[in-house]
């Protein structure tokens, strides 16, 4: 898959994820190789990341073994749970650290 930078028209056929820790929040982005523009990804607090983690487990449960419905249900309700709490955190802690781009080393 190719990815292009809005800002310099750089395609870029893969991307490496980087994280940033700040308190207990966790950012997750990747950069333009080329420009060094940053693309932020998500932000996960603690219990998101907790969440996140148990809803790996289950979706992996789901992919090896028969299990009921109810199950398939919470599953997906966790997941849209855990897609809202990272669009809030976006929002309460956007990516200002990173609202310069680097130059790629």
């Known amino acids: 898959m190719q990815i292009k930078c809005d800002r310099c028209g750089a395609v870029a056929e893969a991307v490496t994820p980087e994280t940033h820790q700040d308190g207990d929040i966790e950012y997750t982005f ?3 190789p080329d420009c060094g523009t940053v693309y ?3 932000a996960t607090d603690s219990a998101l990341r907790a ?3 148990e809803y790996s487990r289950m979706r992996n449960l789901i992919r090896v073994q028969p299990v009921k419905e109810a199950f ?3 599953t ?3 997941k849209q ?3 809202k709490r990272s669009k809030e955190l976006m929002e309460q802690h956007p990516l200002v ?3 310069s781009p680097e ?3």
């Open 30 to 32: 990747f950069r333009c």
């Open 40 to 42: 932020p990804v998500c």
């Open 51 to 53: 969440d996140i983690a």
């Open 72 to 74: 398939i249900r919470r």
């Open 76 to 78: 997906e309700a966790l």
């Open 81 to 83: 749970k855990n897609m």
């Open 97 to 99: 650290l990173f609202s």
């Open 103 to 105: 130059p790629p080393e």
